[in-house]
């Protein structure tokens, strides 16, 4: 069993709703009151199952042939294949929720120094908002991606980042374009997700356990490069 421990950045301007993302996903709560970030807050998520694969041992079955001439398998020994489950594995996210105010802007590289990952929050219902996520918020992302200290492990494809909208229950009040965010995201290679923290259905988790997910394939994707080199 592997359990992986990941360090997630979450930025954004102030008052985006960045701490209502995290508190909804590992507490299952909705804060009825703003409170302003203090540099930066840190939660963690429950272990996070992520996919198991399924392998069937082989079987011979130089006997079973169609009429078609292709592979088939008696119902006989259908029943003697046995499916093998690989050891479940978890990841477990280290969320560290940055303060948007200017007030906390100098330290706010040091509190994503070795992130693994990160999101990018911005307010659907305030422009301002999002032209900071597509610039200030994003480059300061994409530092992170190519910097020294992650060269080795990380670069600009492979450390996976989501770029959410939040407040999209609020219909009437929405003034960024979801395609133009949606256009943004893909051409940076970054996951788009709209979602409402005061809403328990599941759409908010389902941004974190994606997360994990690309948290997980990365760290396969890194050791079948080790394998690869120390077998050739």
């Known amino acids: 069993m592997v359990i992986l421990r990941a360090k997630v950045g979450v930025v954004g301007d102030a008052t985006t709703g960045k701490s209502s993302l995290v508190k909804m996903f590992c507490d299952r709560s909705f804060p009825q009151q703003y409170s302003l970030t ?3 807050s840190l939660s963690t998520s429950k272990q996070l199952a992520v996919p198991v694969k399924v392998q069937e041992e082989a079987t011979d079955a130089k006997d079973d042939i169609d009429i078609d001439g292709n592979d088939a398998i ?3 020994k259908l029943e003697e294949k046995k499916s093998v489950e690989t050891e479940q594995d978890y990841v477990e996210l280290y969320i560290f929720d940055v303060g948007g105010s200017s007030i906390y802007e100098s330290s706010i590289p040091s509190y994503l120094e070795n992130i693994n990952a990160f999101i990018i929050v911005y307010d659907a219902t305030n422009p301002e908002s999002f032209t900071s996520a597509t610039t200030k918020w994003y480059d300061l ?10 060269s080795k492990l990380h670069n600009h494809l492979t ?3 989501l770029f ?4 999209n229950d609020m219909k009437d009040f ?3 374009n979801s395609t133009t965010a949606e256009n943004f995201a893909r051409t940076h290679n970054l996951e788009f997700f709209q979602l409402a923290s005061n809403s328990d259905n599941g759409s908010v988790d389902q941004a974190f356990l994606f997360l994990a997910d690309k948290i997980y394939n990365v760290y396969k994707e890194r050791v079948n490069m080790v394998q690869y080199i120390c077998e050739n």
Request: glycine residues 8%.
């Open 159 to 161: 450390m996976p980042g």
């Open 164 to 167: 959410v909208s939040t407040k």
């Open 74 to 76: 008696s119902p006989t």
């Open 141 to 150: 992302c994409k530092s992170k991606r190519l910097s020294p200290n992650n």
């Open 38 to 40: 203090l540099g930066a």
């Open 174 to 176: 929405m003034q960024v």
